[in-house]
């Protein structure tokens, strides 16, 4: 019988040899390293990481000068599952279990050269490789199929158990007999030496039948035989030196032994066959269900690589985005609703330094390269304010209405995306119109009241009236961060009006900066703003320095043309639209009026 030692099984292994000694061995993949973008979380979005694959695993450092201080993360390739993705021609994703790494290359090509690396990784670690599933090969086709059977049956039959002690039992007769038998032969070389053999014939006995069948003694002292004449005679052996030998009966002794021993083997392999069935019907039985379970995780596998970590890329607003309009809006609605919350919250604790500045009557401008689109931009505003909201030609809707308060809406939209020109009317009291074109346009508040801003750089000071900012927005998941370059220009206007204790306007339009061109990691948005207010004294009163602050109003109208660029869903950016100006209204109006509170009207 073959066994696991015998060398001519080895077969696996004597082609492995033969290939270390041609020389065959392939060389293992060389390690490969490069800055990636890689998906943080849904607040920071992508960054640059130092991302090396080396023996198999992949790491990843914060920046290629922060080795020294250790990998950030890591993950073994032998399981991973290593996807480029559908629609973005730069990014791949790397998964094991419920860990994904979202990786973006920066162009195809270095995407192409990754993908091959971690293939070749992968492979060599050893999961799936051509030499560990040939070593499994080798070892399945030496313990699968009957053997498995067959040993399970000597553990599990009960009757088989039984016939293997009667073995046990003959073993046992059968060495003594041998060792008889073999001393017998000794001695019987022994008198061949000398030529001393003889013969005692011995009397007839009708006893026992030699011949029979049936005969299963175990060791018989005398043994009759039948000769051709018809007469039985008992036969004994002798030689010199030795006592008498029964050498007939020890050799039918023996030959029932066998007969036994082959009769329970015979009953043993009878049991083996039936065990064996079951085994194999067991056995079929298991595979049916390993198969079920091996779709089952492959449709699940599947399953899993639609269904992305929810906060991952692929959530994020694009144009293949895995939200629908109703989760969109609800993800944004809830983040806003976390971050007026936060802002409640810390409103009590943030105290703004306030020291009295006295805000000029009049901002002296000055010509500059922006000049005359301000004059252009001013002449557009006046015409949006004083547009009729209820004339023939007028396409306003009333979107909401909260006091004196009143937001309109005009649906537009260009290429797909909403640019639905907005208007806010409202009245405050005790604030002059100079007062909130002031705090509007000033560089030193603009992040007090604008807590939607992460950074507001001012890029280039044209003139006391004019500056060019750069203002950096907060990310609100699952929407991308954006940003927006524009002109923001201050202007006092002449009225032609009995009562017009002072008019005033900023203008906030978007320009192109060679400081600030547009990137790829946020979508810059196009805006064209303007705040234009009035100061109203009601009572009237000739002199201002005795009007009561209590009696000066400011008209406030608001309109605002903003193109969010990105592709957010028009149903999402309306809803956010109607939230949103209301509450900046409130919020802006009352820091005003907190900044103004114990000081002399600016008129």
């Not at 990754?114 to 293939?119: K, R, T």
């Not at 070892?139 to 399970?152: C, D, E, H, R």
């Not at 509007?440 to 900012?469: C, I, Q």
């Amino acid at each position: 019988m073959a066994t696991l030692d015998d060398p001519g099984l080895d077969l696996e292994s004597d082609e492995e040899d033969n290939d270390f000694a041609e020389g065959l061995i392939t060389p293992p993949p060389a390690e490969l390293h490069a800055t990636l973008s890689k998906w943080t979380n849904y607040i920071h979005g992508w960054q640059d990481r130092w991302v090396i694959v080396k023996d198999g695993t992949l790491s990843y450092y914060k920046s290629q000068n922060d080795i020294s201080a250790g990998c950030r993360g890591s993950m073994s390739l032998a399981k991973a599952d290593i996807q480029p993705h559908e629609f973005d021609d730069l990014r791949f994703d790397v998964t094991i279990n419920d860990s994904v790494w979202y990786l973006r290359a920066f162009t195809s090509e270095q995407r192409q050269q990754w993908l091959e690396a971690l293939d070749a990784h992968k492979t060599e670690s050893g999961y799936g490789s051509e030499s560990s599933l040939r070593r499994q090969g080798s070892m399945l086709s030496l313990t699968s199929g009957t053997s498995l059977a067959s040993q399970s049956s000597f553990k599990k039959g009960r009757g088989l158990r039984e016939k293997l002690a009667e073995m046990e039992t003959f073993r046992d007769i059968l060495c003594r007999q041998v060792d008889t038998l073999q001393t017998y032969f000794d001695g019987c070389a022994e008198s061949a030496e000398d030529g001393k053999w003889h013969h005692d014939d011995m009397m007839e006995d009708n006893d026992v039948d030699a011949d029979s069948e049936d005969f299963l003694t175990p060791r018989v002292d005398n043994i009759n035989i039948t000769t051709e004449n018809g007469h039985k005679e008992k036969l004994a052996f002798t030689y010199p030196g030795g006592d008498g030998m029964d050498f007939k009966g020890e050799a039918f002794t023996f030959k029932a032994t066998t007969a036994g021993i082959i009769a329970t083997l015979s009953h043993c392999i009878d049991l083996m066959r039936q065990r064996e069935d079951q085994w194999q019907r067991r056995l079929e039985k298991e595979q049916e269900r390993r198969k079920r379970a091996e779709e089952l995780y492959k449709n699940a596998v599947e399953e899993l690589k639609r269904k992305v970590n929810f906060g991952g890329p692929d959530y994020e607003e694009g144009p293949n985005s895995a939200m629908n309009e109703d989760e969109f809006y609800d993800a944004i609605d809830a983040a806003l609703d976390r971050r007026d919350k936060e802002e409640d919250e810390e409103a009590p604790k943030k105290v703004v330094p306030h020291t009295p500045k006295p805000i000029p009557a009049k901002i002296e401008g000055s010509e500059h390269w922006l000049s005359v689109e301000c004059n252009k931009k001013v002449e557009e505003a006046i015409k949006y304010v004083f547009e009729d909201l209820h004339g023939e030609q007028g396409t306003w809707q009333l979107v909401h209405e909260e006091g004196e308060m009143k937001v309109y809406r005009s649906e537009q939209e260009i290429d797909g995306v909403v640019v639905d020109p907005l208007k806010a009317i409202h009245r405050v009291q005790g604030i002059s119109a100079h007062e909130m074109c002031h705090y509007f346009f000033d560089a030193d508040s603009r992040l007090d009241w604008n807590v939607t801003l992460d950074t507001a750089d001012v890029l280039e000071a044209l003139s006391p009236d004019t500056f060019v900012w750069h203002e950096m927005v907060k990310r609100v998941w699952p929407a991308t961060q954006r940003d927006c370059v524009y002109c923001s220009h201050f202007r006092k206007l002449s009225m032609d009006e009995g009562n017009d204790p002072g008019t005033y306007l900023v203008c906030n339009f978007s320009v192109d900066h060679p400081s600030r061109p547009t990137g790829n990691k946020c979508v810059r948005a196009r805006i064209n703003i303007a705040m234009f207010c009035q100061t109203i004294v009601d009572p009237p009163c000739l002199n201002e320095a005795d009007v009561p602050r209590e009696n000066v109003w400011c008209k406030i109208t608001y309109t605002a043309h903003i193109n969010p660029g990105g592709w957010a869903p028009a149903s999402v950016l309306r809803a956010m639209y109607k939230r949103e100006y209301p509450r900046f209204l409130r919020k802006f109006s009352g820091f005003v009026e907190k900044k103004v509170e114990n000081m002399p009207v600016m008129w």
